[in-house]
């Protein structure tokens, strides 16, 4: 059965600081795909990145970066020189090809406050 | 711009009101469409896989004649909260997976803006 972790609930960090977000994850499948959701008060989840099981390439996007480490089953997020903006709840998320007829399974949720 | 409409994307509704929520992929062909439900400061929880054509695979738990889910097209799926209460009050997200670029697009799965239902 698949299934994601997100260990912190909520962090609260000041402006400019930077934050990690953690997120290891538990399949069976060789084939998968792991997520990073964001979800505003608003409400809709805006995708940020998916990164394949056969991928461990770490990647940076702007303030965004992602390191997968298949070794210890994590897909970290760290946003760097945090904004206020960037206050939201976000979401790790796991989809199985073969097992899992890609649905897709969310972790908890960590709910990151950054503070002016 | 979105890819996946969801609609509506507000309800309130009287105690025992059968609500439908649809949701439509816009420019692609989606045979699995996903239901999922978010409870306030929770997860969001799969309810359902949604399949053209055939009938839909619930998740354990999940009962089927509260939540009735159709994919009569390759655009639509939609999902009937039947009789409605307070305890049914919640986030519903789906989501639709492009089948047509699953292992080579980044982002397969789209998902739609969710409806927030209250049942009075």
């Known amino acids: 059965a698949q299934k994601v972790t997100q260990a912190q609930t909520e962090i609260s960090v000041v402006e400019k600081e930077d934050v990690t977000l953690d997120c290891v994850y538990e399949?069976?499948?060789?084939?998968?795909?792991l997520f990073w959701y964001k979800q505003p008060p608003s409400g809709e989840l805006v995708f940020l990145i998916r990164?394949?099981?056969?991928?461990?390439q770490n990647e940076i996007s702007g303030r965004y970066s992602w390191n997968f480490q298949k070794s210890t089953s994590s897909f970290n997020f760290t946003i760097t020189a945090s904004q206020v903006v960037d206050s939201a709840v976000y979401f790790c998320?796991?989809?199985?090809?073969?097992?899992?007829?890609?649905?897709?399974?969310f972790g908890a949720g960590t709910r990151l406050f950054v503070k002016a | 711009g979105a890819v996946v409409s969801q609609h509506p994307s507000r309800v309130i509704c009287k105690s025992g009101t059968s609500v439908k929520i649809e949701c439509r992929s816009l420019?692609?062909?989606?045979?699995?469409m996903f239901w999922y439900r978010q409870f306030p400061k929770q997860s969001l929880m799969l309810m359902a896989t949604s399949n053209e054509g055939s009938k839909a695979t619930y998740e354990q738990g999940v009962e089927k004649d509260k939540f009735l889910i159709n994919h009569a097209s390759l655009t639509l799926s939609t999902l009937t909260v039947t009789s409605a209460h307070p305890e049914d009050s919640s986030f519903y997200i789906c989501?639709?997976?492009?089948?047509?670029?699953?292992?080579?697009?980044?982002?397969?799965?789209?998902f739609g803006d969710g409806t927030r239902l209250s049942i009075l």
């Open positions: 399949t069976r499948d060789t084939t998968y795909y």
């Open positions: 990164r394949n099981s056969f991928d461990e």
């Open positions: 989501s639709a997976r492009n089948a047509e670029n699953t292992l080579v697009s980044n982002q397969p799965q789209h």
């Open positions: 420019d692609f062909q989606a045979t699995t």
């Open positions: 998320a796991l989809s199985e090809a073969r097992t899992g007829g890609f649905k897709t399974i």
